[in-house]
C-alpha cells in the first residue's frame, strides 16, 4: 500500500516564527487533506488540496502530485495553531478512505 | 449543518463487556467512514458505509467488531468482549461522494475508549 511520511515529526516555535510541514507519498493520489487535530483530540479540516496551491488566511498549502510530496506553511504562527498536523491521502488502491501519516506536533510558545 | 455528531464522547468499560458507538453524519452526506486513532499515531481506517450498504472493511475488523448504517443516516459500532488492546479514539468521518469527484471527509469528535 502507499506510504505517507510527514516531516518534522515535532516543531516547536516561538510565536510569530513562521513553519513549513512537509508530508510525502509514495504513490499518485486522488485526495489529500491536511488536518489540524486540538488537543482534545478533534480533527480540523484545512485544506483538501490533491494538487496545485490553496491559502487560507495564515495558512497555504502546496501539492506537487507529479513529485509526490505536499507542503503546509503556518505563517506568524499563534499559540492557538498547536497541536498535531495530519496529511492523509486517498489513492487507487483505496475505494474511499484515508490513509493518514503519523503527523507533526506543534508546539507554539508565547 | 451542524457538522458530524459522535456519542458518547467518552466510554470506559471493563474487559470482556460489549460496547456501542454512535455517529451522526452531516445530513446530506451519503459516505460515512470509521477510523481508530491510538496514542501518537495518526487515524486508521476500519470501514465505510456508502448510503446503508458497507463497502469495505480493513483487515483491523475483527470478527468481534460490527458496523451497520441502517438507514443510510446515522450508524452503530460494536465491539463485543472488549480487550484493553481496543482502548482508542474512535472517529467517524462523513463526505458526499458525488460521480467523477473525489470527497472530502469531515470528522466528528471522536469517542475515547477505556478497556480496564
Known amino acids: 500500500g502507499i506510504q505517507v511520511e510527514q516531516s518534522p515529526p515535532d516543531l516547536i516555535l516561538q510565536e510569530g516564527a513562521n513553519s513549513t510541514l512537509r508530508c510525502n507519498f509514495s504513490d499518485s493520489v486522488n485526495n489529500l487533506q491536511w488536518f489540524h487535530q486540538n488537543p482534545w483530540g478533534q480533527l480540523i479540516n484545512l485544506f483538501y488540496?490533491?494538487?496545485g496551491t490553496k491559502q487560507n488566511g495564515r495558512l497555504s498549502a502546496t501539492t506537487v502530485a507529479t513529485e509526490r510530496y505536499s507542503l503546509l506553511y503556518i505563517s506568524s504562527s499563534q499559540t492557538t495553531d498547536s497541536g498535531v498536523y495530519f496529511c492523509?491521502?486517498?489513492?487507487?488502491?483505496?475505494?474511499?478512505?484515508?490513509?493518514f501519516g503519523k503527523g507533526t506536533k506543534l508546539s507554539v510558545k508565547p | 449543518d451542524t457538522g458530524v455528531s459522535q456519542n458518547p464522547r467518552h466510554k470506559i468499560t471493563k474487559r470482556g463487556q460489549n460496547v456501542t458507538f454512535r455517529c451522526d453524519p452531516i445530513?446530506?452526506?451519503?459516505?460515512l467512514y470509521w477510523y481508530r486513532q491510538t496514542l501518537g499515531q495518526g487515524p486508521e481506517f476500519l470501514t465505510y458505509f456508502q448510503n446503508e450498504a458497507q463497502l469495505e472493511k480493513s483487515r483491523l475488523l475483527s470478527d468481534r467488531f460490527s458496523a451497520e448504517r441502517p438507514k443510510g443516516s446515522f450508524s452503530t459500532l460494536e465491539i463485543q468482549r472488549t480487550e484493553q488492546g481496543d482502548s482508542a479514539m474512535y472517529l467517524c468521518a462523513s463526505s458526499l461522494r458525488t460521480s467523477g469527484r473525489t470527497d472530502t471527509q469531515y470528522f466528528g469528535p471522536g469517542t475515547r475508549l477505556t478497556v480496564l
Open positions: 445530513s446530506e452526506h451519503n459516505r
Open positions: 492523509a491521502v486517498n489513492y487507487g488502491g483505496s475505494q474511499g478512505n484515508l490513509i
Open positions: 488540496i490533491p494538487s
